[in-house]
């Protein structure tokens, strides 16, 4: 999954402003998955919110999970609690 991080780290340390933030995420190039990891931290990070994810509904009730950040950890097999609970309102 995408690496997620030069904007969120550069905000977190006050390095760019939310107009910047926003103005790069407009200008980006690299892959739709990290488009969205990227997406999801500046909307995070706007907001206060701690995490977030973009879901979807998939074949038989089950739910896509498109994009989440923070990212997981490679290998991740359970999903996190928050996660869980977003992916069982929707499905």
Known sequence: MAS????????LHGEISP???????GQFQGHPAEFLVNLLAVQCHLSGAASGAILRPAENGQVD????????????????YWLARAAESIS
Request: hydrophobic share 40%; charged share 20%; net charge negative.
């Open 4 to 11: 997620g991080g030069w904007q969120s780290e550069q905000y």
């Open 65 to 80: 999970v498109v994009a989440v950040f923070p990212l997981l950890a490679e290998g991740t097999s359970t999903l996190p």
């Open 19 to 25: 107009r910047e933030l926003i103005d790069r995420l």
